[in-house]
C-alpha cells in the first residue's frame, strides 16, 4: 500500500495538467500513487494523463464524466485510491518541491491522525506577491496531534480540500464523500470537521494555488450559489444529529455562515432577482440552526448575523448600497484617433446593434486572407442575410476581390459597421479602442498552430516580450472574445495559457485548411500557371519563419545553389513571412518569389513539398499529405531567443536538414519522399490535422452566425477518410 494517493481532477485545465503532475512526479519522496481524473478517454486531458502514465507506473488515470462535477471527479479518485493517506490537487496547481517529504515527516511526529491540515500559497496568475491565506487559520492550534475540542476554530470549512490530507481509512469508516454542488469543499470540510477525532496541522505550504485571471467559478453570477446553502444545511443537519456540544457546534456555525453572508454580500454573484431569495432561505437556516448560547461576532459581520437572524433584507441591503461608489460602472472610453471621429464611434455605439452585420479581418488588415476570408465566403453561402464589411489598410483595397464590400480602417464607416456589427471576426485582434458591446460577438480564428511561444507565454523571453509590448493591453483584447478557434487539442491547450480568458473554443478546425480537401487537380493546375511554375517541374515551397532576434528577412539558404544541386527539374517557391510582404513579386530564374500572393493556401496547393524552418505553415501544408523537409540550422538559437512549444526535431513532419549539404541531399537521393519520411509525417498528421477535415468554415457559420446548437453540428470527418487535394506530382504522395 503506498504512503500516499494524489488525486487531480482535470476537467477544463487539460493546458496546464502537465505542471501538475510533473510537480508530483518530481517530488522527493517516491512512495504515492498519482491519480489524474479525466473526463473520457478521449478527452484532451487524457492524452496528458496516458503520456505521463506510459512514462512512470505510479500514474494511473481514471474517468468522471463532465456531469458529475468536481465532486464526481474526487469520488471516482477516491474510489481508485489504495494509499494511506489521500491528497487533493486541482489540475492547475503544483505540490511545493519537498511537500511529500514535510507531509511524511509531520505525521511520523503526530502519529495516526484523521486529518492534516496543511498551508497553501495563492499564487497571482501574472503580477502580484503571493498570499497564504491558511497560516493565520491555523496559527492558534496546538503544536501536537489534538482533539477537535481543544482547538474548535480549526475546520476544515474555511480551507479548500487540497489544504488538508485525509487518513483513507477514516474517510471510507465513516463513508465520507464530496457532496455534489459548486460548493463541495464546504460540505466536505464540514462533514470531515464532524467526524474527525485526531486532528494536526502541518505550518508548512504543500500546494501551490495558480488564481485564474478569469477568477474562480464560485465568483460567477447565478442561481448556482444557492448551493452553498444545500452544503450548510447538509452540515448543520448532521451537527444536530451528532448533538455537538456548544464549544464545537458555536465556532463551526460561525464559519458556515461567514461563508453564507460574504455570498449575500456580494453585488456580483447574486443577481438581484435572487438575492432576496437567497437571504431568507439564509435567515431560516440561522435561525433554525443557531446553537444555544450563540453570541454573533462583533463589529461589522455581527451587525450582518444580527439583521440576517431578524430576517432583515431591507436594511441588509441598505446596509450594503451605502458606501458603493458610482464609478465602479463607469464605461471606458474608447480611443480612436481625432476628436471628430471618437465622437462619431461615441454615438454609433449609442444605436442598437445590428443583427445582420458581421465585420472581418485579417492580419491587420492587410487583405482578404486566411480564416476569416474562409468563413466570409462560407457565409455568403449559407448566411446571406447577414451583410458582412471586411477592413483593411489603407492602400490595400486592391487586396479585396471584386464584389466583397470593405472599409478602410481609420475611416469613418470602418468605425461605423465596427460600433453596429453583431459579429466581429479577426484572426489577430481588432483594435484598442474597439469596445465589446453587450450582445456582440467576437470571434478570434487565429492563424496557425503554435510551435512558438504564444501570448502571456512570451513573458519569460525578453526578446518578443519587448516586441509584444503590455500583456496587460493583450489580455485586455482577449476579454473580447467570446470564441476562440482550435485546429487541434495541442492548439486548445496552449491557447488555455497563453491567452486566458472566458471565451469557448470552437475546435472545429482551420477555416482556411478547408480548400486542401475540397481543391480538384484542375485547381492545382490553375495555381502552378498562374504562378509561373514550368510545366514537369518539381516545386519546393521554401517559407522560413520571422526571427525575432533579427531586423529585415534573410532567406537563410543561397535557393539558386540548393536548385542545382537538388536536382534540375526543381524549382523554389519562396514566401517569406507576411511581415515582410512589401505586395511585390521577385525572383529570377529557378526562384519565385510568391510572398506577395494574395492566398497562402494557393502556394500550398502549387507546391509539390515544402521546406521550412519553425513556419506554422507546416501545420497547414501536412493536411496535403505531401513532403515536408525541416531546415533547423538555428533550432537551438530560436528556441532560447523565442520559446517553443514542443520538441519540433523529437516529432517532426518529415526528415530535418541542419545544413544546405544535407538540405539538397535528401531531394537529390529521393529520401525527403520516401517511406520513412512518410511515417513521420502520418504520425504528424494524427497529431496536428486533428479538426481540418474541409468543413470548418461550415461550421463556424452553422455555430455563430446561424446559432445552431452545438450537438447539430456535423462531427470532425476520421483523418483516414479525408481525401487531400491531388499533387502535381504523383511521386510525392504517401
Known sequence: MPRFSIIVPSHGVAGRLSQALDSVLAQSFGDFELIPVCDAPDAPAAAVAAGHAARDPRVAPVHSPPSAGLAGARNAGLRAATGAYVLFLDGD?????????????????????????????????????????AAPLLAGAPEGAFAPAEAPQVTGVRLPAWSAVHRRAFLTGHTLAFPAGLHTDVGFGGLVTLRAERIAVLRR?????????????????????????????????????LALPAGRSGPLFEQLFAAVLKTAAHPARLPGSLRRAFFRRASRLYRGHRPAGFRAPGG?????????????????????????????????????????????????????????????????????????????????????????????????????????DHAVLGSRRSWQVLARAKYLVNNANFAEGVVKREGSVHVQTQ???????????????????????????????VDRWDHNLSSNAHSTQVWERAFPGAYEHLEYGYPRNDVFYTATADDVARVRR???????????????????????????????????????????????????????????????????????????????????DYSSIMFDYANLDRPIVVYADDW??????????????????????????????VFRDGSYADGASAALRAAFRARFCQFDDGRAAERVVRRVLLGEPPEAIAPVRPLAERVPAPAASPLVRS
Open 300 to 404: 461589522k459581520p455581527g451587525v450582518q448575523h444580527r439583521l440576517l437572524a431578524a430576517g432583515a433584507y431591507s436594511a441588509f441591503r441598505a446596509l450594503l448600497g451605502a458606501n458603493r461608489a458610482a464609478s465602479a460602472a463607469a464605461r471606458r472610453v474608447p480611443r480612436p484617433r481625432g476628436l471628430r471621429t471618437r465622437l462619431y464611434y461615441r454615438i454609433q455605439l449609442r444605436r442598437r446593434i445590428d443583427p445582420r452585420l458581421a465585420v472581418y479581418c485579417a492580419y491587420w488588415g492587410r487583405g482578404y486572407a486566411c480564416n476569416p476570408a474562409a468563413i466570409h465566403a462560407k457565409a455568403a453561402e449559407l448566411a446571406p442575410h447577414i451583410r458582412s464589411v471586411f477592413l483593411v489598410e489603407p492602400g490595400r483595397a486592391h487586396a479585396v476581390p471584386d464584389g466583397v
Open 447 to 477: 492563424h496557425g498552430t503554435p510551435l512558438k511561444k504564444m501570448g502571456v507565454d512570451q513573458s519569460t523571453y525578453p526578446v518578443v516580450a519587448a516586441a509584444t509590448g503590455s500583456f496587460t493591453k493583450l489580455l485586455g483584447r
Open 530 to 612: 498562374e504562378l509561373g511554375v514550368p510545366e514537369g517541374s518539381t516545386a519546393v515551397l521554401y517559407a522560413p519563419t520571422h526571427r525575432d532576434y533579427r531586423t529585415g528577412f534573410e532567406t537563410g539558404l543561397d535557393l539558386e545553389a540548393f536548385c542545382e544541386a537538388a536536382g534540375e527539374d526543381v524549382v523554389v517557391l519562396l514566401r517569406a513571412h507576411y511581415f515582410y510582404d512589401r505586395g511585390t513579386r521577385r525572383g529570377t530564374g529557378r526562384i519565385l518569389d510568391v510572398t506577395g500572393h494574395h492566398s497562402a493556401e494557393d502556394v500550398c496547393l502549387a507546391a509539390d513539398a515544402l521546406v521550412t
Open 636 to 665: 537551438d538559437v530560436y528556441t532560447e531567443t523565442r520559446g517553443v512549444c514542443f520538441d519540433l526535431m523529437a516529432a517532426p513532419p518529415g526528415p530535418v536538414a541542419r545544413t544546405p549539404e544535407e538540405l539538397a541531399r
Open 205 to 241: 505550504v504543500v500546494v501551490r494555488h495558480l488564481l485564474r485571471r478569469q477568477g474562480s467559478r464560485l465568483n460567477l453570477p447565478g442561481g448556482h450559489h444557492a448551493d452553498l446553502l444545500d452544503q450548510t444545511e447538509l452540515v448543520l443537519t448532521q451537527a444536530a444529529g
Open 93 to 133: 496547481d503544483t505540490l511545493a518541491p519537498g511537500a511529500l517529504t514535510a507531509v511524511d515527516a509531520r505525521l511520523a511526529e503526530t502519529g495516526e491522525v484523521d486529518v492534516l491540515y496543511t498551508e497553501h500559497e495563492r499564487v497571482p496568475w501574472w503580477e502580484g506577491e503571493p498570499a497564504n491565506p
